[in-house]
């Protein structure tokens, strides 16, 4: 059975991919000269990756393990008890997340743009796996 925490967090993931996918495309140009629409993107992802995290965190928990150090950390750990496959995409998204918390001062747009425009399926491969591994 899900836990109903990681369920509710899972289904934010949704709402918020959800919102993304709205935008359709964007473009570099687009977020040049819309700057409320850049910031919305980037808080988006900002808390798509947050609610990766805490979901890592929460499993660590349901397995009585000690709560991870990092959110690299947590992924790590995550795919070395199962529950995630090893894929890049995953370290990836909490770097970009670290990029974003602790050098908010300029964020590429181009990382945005990819990110948007192709990589929401990684957060959607997360969230699959995720309910794969709780139904075991």
């Not at 899972?10 to 709402?15: A, C, N, P, V």
């Not at 980037?42 to 929460?58: G, P, S």
């Not at 070395?80 to 050098?103: H, S």
Request: aromatic share 6%.
């Amino acid at each position: 059975m899900i836990n109903d925490i990681v369920l509710q967090k899972l289904q934010s993931l949704d709402e918020t991919i959800n919102e993304l996918r709205s935008l359709g495309k964007v473009t570099i140009v687009q977020l040049e000269s819309d700057w409320l629409k850049r910031r919305a993107i980037e808080r988006d992802l900002q808390v798509m990756v947050e609610v990766v995290i805490d979901i890592c965190q929460r499993l660590l928990s349901l397995e009585g393990q000690t709560p991870a150090t990092t959110g690299v950390d947590a992924v790590k750990r995550c795919i070395q008890m199962g529950a995630l496959t090893d894929l890049e995409a995953y370290r990836k998204m909490v770097q970009f997340r670290n990029f974003i918390v602790y050098r908010y001062e300029h964020v590429d747009i181009e990382i945005l743009v990819d990110m948007v425009n192709n990589r929401l399926e990684d957060f959607e491969s997360f969230k699959k796996e995720i309910l794969a591994y709780e139904k075991d």
